[in-house]
């Protein structure tokens, strides 16, 4: 075992690379549960990004292009998800589930003749002067445009529900349906966009994993982060900022055991590679002791029947 | 324009329809994407769907149906006492690995001794496996109010990487020369889960699953705490004021779906799987989800329900062979089957009226 291979700022810096997907899964799917309406399809729209962005992007050798690809496919996917809760009523845990099970079969089925090839890569920005500074060059100024996107989303839509009156009606929609509906805000409109957004931020954050954290594609890559986004918006009290701060540290913990697994530590591979998943468990029965910060209305279906 | 009035009632006749409304529905969506993919779509639902039952070599395949279908019953009539509760396991994936590692390891103790009482052991280990992960969720939920959903599908992941851990270390064959997985258990005839009449696929897994379709019957029609359940679903506040323990309500739907989740994987890998190796789980825990939804979380239903769903797996297995059609469809093909069910049950619960809305 060889601790001191490990770099620190070359941890934190693929750290923040790690944390990406997650980030970018976990603002959308809090937009959409701030509105009212449980996602549970996030698995199945990132891996569905995953693929869409990966055959683009190698395709027309633009990653650019493959993102904007992920974006759409994870929104058309989550149409089908809005179709069942908001005009026909179904359970949202169970549409939520069905749109997982049906995008990890689509998903495979559309990668197939694109296991084992590599994608175009994606160029990390470089700022001269800041880039080249030791230690903070390499974390703070070296990353792909998409990392600073998620970080400038998230703080988008912190603003955006703070300050705007767009914001306010996402919020009332997401406490008090029929309240919102008797103000005479479109209910169901406003959550459709609601869930095409998130959709569309899941697909960008599973084409990350598939064009630039591993970056290939292997059938179920996703390997459970959406659901770990799912855990991380609850983690966070649906506050975009502690998303951030959880997306950091469930990052983290998957470098650090990933760096211990090539490091060789005397912890066999497989129980590190279950740390992630039982730190969520862990980080989940801490903070679930505090509910009221959800919104009233998660889960609940509207419909105006008068 | 086309309003949707909530029905005063639920419709019967709508809630029987829809399955089958659904199951046709995904025949054209599914056979408009095996056209896609360039295959005969009629000859590819032909395939899928009469080949298994009539086709030439039924013989062999109508076994498997049940081999399919046992565990897939099995692990719905678990989830849908739960999913009546509005209680969601949907880790069942992971109880049956631990219900498969459990009954395997114990049998594997007492090789290569040969007794009676080592199979009955290892059912009972089977089933303490699958409860004790569910058992996770349960207490998590009960204690901390932790979301189960979460939780239970996290622990498939860890159950995944404990497999792993499993086949590779303590549970492999060390006869093996070296080569991941767990001695077979075909071989070991105390441990053999065999077909009861041979050739039948009809093995202990599928006499359980039907042991427990009558209980599940039973208990949700005949029994206190299965009208708790129903009650619990369909009005929790009423549930609350009749005096209905949601702890106790929980416990219960998640330690028995965990067990016959656990029981499920016992017999599979003591069975047609015959061995302890890292992907041995082929997803019949999420495919179980379906199969309690079309079955309208009903036993029977469920019964028929898992016999269909067998039946696209069988299917698509030939299709693949004599059609060059992608496993992945298939799967494409299962999940489009509940996205139609749900879409239709809208029928179950409003009428569709056509005009313009009234002013109120």
């Known amino acids: 075992m060889d601790l001191s291979a490990i770099n620190p700022v070359l941890l934190i810096a693929s750290l923040m690379v790690a944390a990406t997907p997650l980030l970018l899964a976990a603002v959308g799917e809090l937009v959409v549960e701030k509105s009212g309406v449980l996602n549970l399809g996030v698995e199945g729209m990132m891996i569905t990004g995953a693929i869409a962005g990966f055959a683009t992007a190698v395709e027309s050798g633009s990653p650019l292009l493959g993102f904007v690809v992920a974006a759409i496919a994870g929104a058309a996917l989550s149409t089908?998800?809005?179709?069942?809760?908001?005009?026909?009523?179904?359970?949202?845990?169970?549409?939520?589930?069905?749109?997982?099970?049906?995008?990890?079969?689509?998903?495979?089925?559309?990668?197939?003749?694109?296991?084992?090839i590599k994608p175009p890569q994606m160029q990390d920005i470089h700022i001269p002067v800041l880039s080249d500074l030791p230690v903070v060059g390499p974390i703070l100024f070296g990353h792909d445009i998409i990392l600073y996107f998620g970080i400038a989303l998230t703080a988008a839509i912190w603003a955006v529900l703070k300050y705007s009156r767009v914001g306010l009606i996402l919020r009332a929609v997401g406490e008090n349906h029929d309240a919102a509906h008797a103000l005479g805000y479109k209910v169901v409109r406003i959550r459709i966009l609601a869930i095409l957004f998130g959709g569309a931020c899941a697909g960008m954050g599973g084409a990350y994993i598939s064009l630039i954290r591993v970056p290939q594609w292997t059938e179920g890559m996703t390997a459970g982060i959406g659901w770990i986004a799912l855990a991380l918006v609850v983690f966070a009290s649906w506050k975009p900022w502690r998303v951030l701060l959880g997306a950091y540290l469930f990052g983290?913990?998957?470098?650090?055991?990933?760096?211990?697994?090539?490091?060789?530590?005397?912890?066999?591979?497989?129980?590190?590679?279950?740390?992630?998943?039982?730190?969520?468990?862990?980080?989940?029965?801490?903070?679930?002791?505090?509910?009221?910060?959800?919104?009233?209305?998660?889960?609940?279906?509207?419909h105006a029947s008068r | 324009m086309i309003r949707l009035e909530k029905r005063p009632q639920p419709s019967r006749a709508w809630s029987m329809a829809t399955p089958l409304v659904a199951v046709l529905a995904t025949m054209i969506a599914g056979g408009l994407l095996f056209a896609i993919l360039g295959k005969d779509?009629?000859?590819?639902?032909?395939t899928i769907f009469w080949e298994p039952l009539f086709g030439e070599f039924a013989f062999y395949y109508r076994p498997q149906l049940l081999i399919k279908g046992g565990p897939l019953v099995l692990i719905a009539i678990g989830l849908s006492l739960g999913f009546r509760a509005g209680i969601w396991n949907i880790g069942a994936e992971g109880q049956y690995i631990m219900g498969a590692l459990f009954g395997a390891g114990m049998g594997l103790a007492f090789y290569p001794h040969e007794a009676w009482y080592i199979f009955p052991l290892m059912v009972l280990?089977?089933?303490?496996?699958?409860?004790?992960?569910?058992?996770?969720?349960?207490?998590?939920?009960?204690?901390f109010g932790t979301n189960e959903i979460?939780?239970?599908?996290?622990?498939?992941?860890?159950?995944?990487?404990?497999?792993?851990?499993?086949?590779?270390?303590?549970?492999?064959?060390?006869?093996?020369?070296?080569?991941?997985g767990s001695r077979n258990l075909q071989q070991y005839e105390s441990a053999h889960n065999a077909d009861l009449i041979a050739g039948s696929g009809m093995h202990w897994g599928v006499v359980a699953a039907l042991i427990a379709v009558i209980f599940a019957?039973?208990?949700?029609?005949?029994?206190?705490?299965?009208?708790?359940?129903?009650?619990?679903?369909?009005?929790?506040?009423?549930?609350?004021?009749?005096?209905?323990?949601?702890?106790?309500?929980?416990?219960?739907?998640?330690?028995?779906?965990?067990?016959?989740?656990?029981?499920?994987?016992?017999?599979?890998?003591?069975?047609?799987?015959?061995?302890?190796?890292?992907?041995?789980?082929?997803?019949?825990?999420?495919?179980?989800?379906?199969?309690?939804?079309?079955?309208?979380?009903?036993?029977?239903?469920?019964m028929l329900a898992g016999g269909l769903m067998a039946l696209t797996y069988i299917g698509g297995d030939i299709a693949q062979s004599n059609m060059?059609?992608?496993?992945?469809?298939?799967?494409?093909?299962?999940?489009?089957?509940?996205?139609?069910?749900?879409?239709?049950?809208?029928?179950?619960?409003?009428?569709?009226?056509?005009?313009k809305p009234e002013v109120a």
């Not at chain 2, 779509?41 to 032909?46: L, M, S």
């Not at chain 2, 979460?150 to 497999?163: K, N, P």
């Not at chain 2, 590779?168 to 093996?176: F, Y």
Request: hydrophobic residues 55%; positive net charge.
């Open chain 1, 80 to 116: 089908l998800f809005a179709i069942l809760t908001q005009f026909a009523q179904a359970n949202q845990v169970a549409s939520g589930l069905s749109l997982t099970l049906f995008g990890l079969g689509l998903s495979a089925l559309m990668g197939q003749s694109y296991v084992g």
């Open chain 1, 252 to 302: 983290g913990v998957t470098v650090v055991q990933l760096n211990l697994q090539a490091a060789g530590v005397a912890i066999p591979v497989e129980y590190l590679a279950m740390s992630p998943y039982l730190i969520t468990i862990v980080v989940l029965v801490i903070l679930s002791a505090d509910k009221s910060s959800a919104p009233a209305a998660l889960g609940r279906n509207f």
């Open chain 2, 41 to 46: 779509p009629v000859e590819a639902i032909r």
């Open chain 2, 125 to 143: 280990a089977g089933a303490f496996g699958g409860w004790l992960w569910a058992m996770i969720p349960a207490l998590l939920k009960v204690r």
């Open chain 2, 150 to 180: 979460l939780v239970s599908l996290m622990l498939v992941y860890v159950a995944e990487q404990f497999l792993a851990s499993m086949s590779l270390g303590l549970l492999k064959n060390p006869e093996g020369f070296g080569f991941p």
């Open chain 2, 217 to 302: 019957y039973v208990l949700l029609n005949r029994h206190m705490l299965g009208y708790q359940i129903r009650l619990t679903g369909e009005a929790p506040r009423a549930a609350r004021f009749a005096g209905v323990k949601p702890a106790r309500l929980i416990l219960f739907c998640l330690g028995a779906s965990g067990m016959l989740a656990g029981l499920a994987g016992m017999f599979e890998v003591s069975g047609p799987s015959g061995q302890v190796s890292i992907d041995f789980n082929v997803g019949y825990g999420f495919t179980a989800i379906i199969v309690a939804f079309l079955g309208r979380l009903h036993p029977v239903g469920i």
């Open chain 2, 324 to 355: 060059g059609l992608p496993s992945a469809a298939i799967q494409v093909f299962q999940g489009m089957l509940l996205f139609f069910l749900l879409a239709f049950d809208l029928l179950t619960n409003f009428r569709l009226r056509l005009g």
